[in-house]
């Protein structure tokens, strides 16, 4: 049965008790088998628990996206100030240097572009190919709600069991329809099937009212997702609410590429999601990094 009941004051979140992590620095990572672990740990920095994820995978069903026509030239020198970097195999192969010791996120799904629909995926990755390219997690969308959801989820455990077998993460990202509501209810659902049904990390969106009933009734690591580019103080805050409630990290693209100044972009999310920077000062440290740019 669905769950019908909307009212979170019905609820026991504990949103206030954070989970107990036995044995490993990550949520719900402690029963992991050592190379999971060891991935995880390069992607989640071990002394803060928390991750700046540098998504530029946007070209698997956009094309060469505002921002992202050249990753050569505007992208690959971006990837040395981030933690991690999620992006397709076709861009990891031929555009960034072996050299860049950074993890690899690798997308590992698609199909439809967006001309058509876009739950309609499939797996487009052989687990053999990750592994040739060194990756430290693998991932997909999920579309809970979507037309083609079974199948999303379906991608999902089958990725995670090929994972398994390697010691791979799966992360989970929760896409969502157009014409749904994005709101605490839709990705406590969402994130939390995706939990269950097997993956260690879920990239989900960040909603104002109940972010923290999210990451209480997920019990594996959630990192936030950017979506479209907002204010730079708005993207700033928004980072920083969700770490506060318990994200354990971001996953942005647009907010960064896109923004006038990149790289301090960059560098001052790492002081939010790091440090606890608030927003304010993240912004004054942003515009004076962005000054210094622009006279060097
Ligand atoms: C989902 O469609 C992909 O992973 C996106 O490319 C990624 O989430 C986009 O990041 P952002 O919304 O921060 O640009």
Request: hydrophobic content about 40%.
């Amino acid at each position: 049965m669905p769950d019908t009941d909307a009212v979170k004051e019905a609820k026991k979140f504990y949103e206030d008790v954070p989970a107990k992590t036995p044995g490993f620095f990550l949520k719900g990572a402690g029963s992991l088998d050592w190379g999971m672990k060891n991935r995880l740990a390069r992607i989640f920095n071990p002394n803060s628990g928390r991750t700046v994820m540098f998504a530029i995978d946007h070209g698997y069903f956009q094309g060469p996206t505002t921002g992202l026509e050249r990753i050569d030239l505007t992208i690959v020198p971006l990837m040395y100030h981030a933690d991690a970097i999620m992006l397709t195999r076709g861009i990891l192969r031929t555009t960034v240097p072996p050299s860049l010791t950074k993890p690899v996120v690798m997308r590992c799904s698609g199909g439809p572009s967006i001309l058509k629909e876009l739950s309609n995926e499939e797996l487009a990755v052989d687990i053999e190919d990750a592994i040739r390219m060194n990756v430290s997690a693998i991932t997909l969308q999920v579309f809970i709600g979507g037309e083609f959801e079974t199948r999303s989820v379906h991608n999902m455990t089958r990725l995670v069991d090929m994972g398994l077998r390697y010691g791979i993460p799966t992360m989970a990202v929760t896409a969502v329809g157009k014409d749904m509501v994005r709101d605490a209810r839709y990705f406590r659902l969402a994130c939390r099937i995706c939990a269950e049904l097997g993956a260690q990390i879920i990239k989900t969106y960040y909603v104002p009212e109940g972010f923290e009933t999210i990451t209480a009734s997920c019990p594996v690591p959630i990192v936030m997702a950017g979506g479209k580019k907002i204010p730079v103080l708005d993207a700033l805050t928004m980072a920083y609410n969700a770490i506060q409630q318990g994200a354990s990290g971001v996953d942005m693209g647009r907010n960064i590429f896109q923004s006038d100044a990149p790289e301090a972009m960059m560098k001052v999310i790492g002081k939010v999601v790091h440090e606890d920077m608030k927003p304010q000062d993240a912004y004054e440290l942003y515009e004076t990094l962005k000054n210094e740019a622009e006279k060097s």
